[in-house]
């Protein structure tokens, strides 16, 4: 197989705004190693993630909501969500969809070169995969999807048949296989009821239906203008997040509390949601787009026995369900838009103004 010296890709070169993104294509198509795949991409969705390891907000000096413009007081050294240091330059993008081109030497299945795939997006230790300690994710720990060429390891490749084009299959990877996470974490079942925050983004809209899928009464709460796309998309009630004391309307909408809430926005809303769960309720979070430093009773917490649960580091079969859930038609593709690699700064600034429902994915 003959291949280019060369590709384009988007690479990010410091901790700032959208033009700290250079598009180029000279950079070199990498090679795989003894364990990899080398994917030729052709679509790779963006994620909050992207924009957070961008401006800096993972590190611990920066507590307001996440911006497009970059944090002065960021610090380098801590700047991804492991809260380890960034290596620039580094190829963002984790929600890989294309073919293989080739695998490496210590690679026996060689059946995969040609097939079409998507890749899960979490690195873990080969010899130690269940080591949470030990976890990275493509994009941040290493270069991943805003490229031609990526390389990832074999056990990240997926081979999906589906009659979903690669930009659809694009928008699940980061965002469903949170949302599944999060939903697994809690242990939602059919009969329970649960609020979901931020329903028209990414995480949000893979959770509803997700959330669905298992048989759950789920309340979804977005933007005013976005109240019927959540309820197309499976929610049995909806509640506007401009609304006063929201967390207390959804409550109403539920005919009473919850038995579970799934969080990504944060900031002040918070203490209301733990208002919103029974006794014995469960609190899950992937995010805090409203800010990540919150207000807590504890006396909420411990009168009412609530159970808190962080959602980052899956089990690797729960990327495998959510392949056949995908392959078996039982979760839709929600896109929001579709941009070119070259177009890749206003995609960024498209994706801050969330006026978009579901995923942005950028095409090579």
């Keep these: ?12 070169v410091g901790s700032g705004g959208p033009e700290m993104l ?19 991409v052709s679509a790779c969705g963006m994620n909050n993630t992207d924009i957070n390891t961008r401006v800096g907000w993972y590190s611990w000096t920066v507590t307001s909501a996440t911006s497009e413009g970059g944090y002065a007081e960021a610090s380098a050294d801590e700047a991804t969500w492991d809260r380890t240091g960034l290596r620039f330059p580094r190829i963002q993008g984790a929600d890989v969809v294309g073919r293989v081109l080739a695998v490496g030497s210590d690679v026996a299945d060689t059946a995969v070169i040609g097939q079409r795939i998507i890749v899960d997006p979490c690195l873990r230790d080969r010899d130690d995969p269940s080591d949470r300690s030990k976890a990275g994710y493509l994009g941040s720990e290493a270069d991943g999807g805003f490229a031609e060429f990526a390389i990832v390891p074999i056990e990240n490749v997926h081979a999906v048949h589906s009659e979903l084009s690669d930009v659809e299959l694009a928008t699940f990877p980061c965002s469903s ?20 925050t931020g329903a028209s983004g990414g995480v949000g809209s893979a959770l509803v239906q997700l959330a669905k899928r298992r048989g759950a009464r789920v309340v979804a709460v977005a933007g005013s203008s976005k109240i019927a796309q959540v309820h197309e998309i499976g929610a049995d009630a909806a509640v506007a997040r401009e609304t006063p ?28 949601w733990l208002d919103a769960l029974m006794r014995g309720g469960r609190y899950v979070t992937a995010g805090a787009i409203g800010g990540p ?17 962080g959602a980052t580091i899956y089990e690797p079969g729960i990327f495998a369900d959510l392949v ?25 600034e498209a994706f801050g103004r969330k006026q978009h429902t579901g995923s942005l994915v950028i095409t090579l």
């Design 1 to 12: 197989m003959s291949l280019p010296d060369t590709m384009r890709a988007a690479l990010l």
């Design 293 to 309: 430093i919150v207000q807590l009773d504890l006396r909420t917490l411990y009168l009412n026995d609530l159970e808190f649960y």
């Design 324 to 348: 056949g859930y995908i392959e078996r038609g039982e979760i839709r593709p929600i896109l929001g838009g579709t941009y070119p690699l070259e177009e890749i700064h206003g995609a960024q």
């Design 245 to 272: 004391s929201v967390a207390a309307a959804a409550v109403e909408a539920n005919g009473g509390p919850f038995d579970a809430v799934a969080d990504v926005v944060g900031g002040d809303s918070f203490a209301g």
């Design 177 to 196: 296989v949170t949302a599944e996470h999060m939903l697994t974490r809690i242990g939602l079942r059919s009969g329970q009821s649960i609020a979901v």
């Design 22 to 40: 250079e598009v180029r294509s000279d950079v070199p198509v990498p090679a795989p190693g003894p364990h990899d795949a080398l994917i030729r």
